[in-house]
């Protein structure tokens, strides 16, 4: 089956040590994107790509960076986590940018930071 | 700006009751409205969307939503709800204003259905 895999899924990262998530997709979606989300909130863009263009939402602190090296892969790299950047971090795909695409979800990879 | 309010943030229910989780959203231009169920440590699946056409969408698992121009609502229903149905649930909204693709989520409201 195509989908959105996510790994690892609960990743754990002390205090100011780089980590990076990944995503990786079987959809050969254009699109790739990376959410936050925090205890019982709403899932909050981070960023995305469309192919190799890279899209930073505008309040997506500096400490968070993006890599697409090839369309079916994405990654998270968190330069220095706080402990207010532990949260479920999701991964999403679509076909296309538009406002009518709809948005395919990998599992989520919750991280928890010493 | 676009916003979603989920009016309710918890909804317990008992097994083979009926349910409706409540949207309203706010946008100036044309919206395209999406429902997702997030299951305990699980990632966003689609349940339905409203692009356009007929106000009554049907989803999977049972479940189907209205879309009220005039109440700018997308309330989910679904007849009779089974234990498997505790979940997260997400209303989400895009727009031509927007950034293309941008969905903005409402809070969640959290499906709670008792034996």
């Known amino acids: 089956d195509a989908m959105v895999i996510q790994n690892p899924r609960y990743q754990v990262t002390q205090f100011g040590k780089p980590v990076t998530l990944s995503c990786s997709q079987t959809l050969n979606h254009n699109v790739m994107y990376w959410y936050q989300q925090k205890s019982s909130q709403a899932p909050k863009l981070l960023f995305h790509y469309y192919d190799k263009d890279f899209n930073n939402e505008a309040d997506t602190p500096d400490n968070f960076q993006s890599r697409r090296p090839n369309t079916s892969f994405c990654f998270l790299d968190i330069r220095s986590p706080g402990l207010g950047d532990a949260a479920m971090y999701l991964c999403?795909?679509?076909?296309?940018?538009?406002?009518?695409?709809?948005?395919?979800f990998g599992p989520g990879t919750r991280l928890l930071v010493l | 700006a676009q916003s979603v309010t989920q009016l309710d943030s918890q909804v317990p229910v008992f097994e083979e009751a009926p349910v409706e989780l409540r949207c309203n959203y706010s946008?100036?231009?044309?919206?395209?409205l999406f429902w997702y169920v997030q299951y305990p440590n699980q990632g966003l699946q689609l349940l339905l969307k409203?692009?356009?056409?007929?106000?009554l969408v049907k989803g999977i698992n049972g479940f189907e939503a209205e879309f009220n121009k005039s109440q700018t609502s997308f309330h989910l229903r679904k007849p009779s709800v089974h234990i498997s149905d505790t979940a997260e649930y997400f209303c989400a909204v895009s727009d031509r204003s927007n950034q293309g693709g941008k969905l903005i989520f409402g809070q969640g409201t959290e499906l709670s259905v008792k034996p």
């Open positions: 946008s100036s231009v044309s919206v395209y």
């Open positions: 409203y692009l356009s056409g007929s106000t």
């Open positions: 999403a795909t679509s076909r296309d940018w538009g406002y009518q695409e709809t948005q395919y």
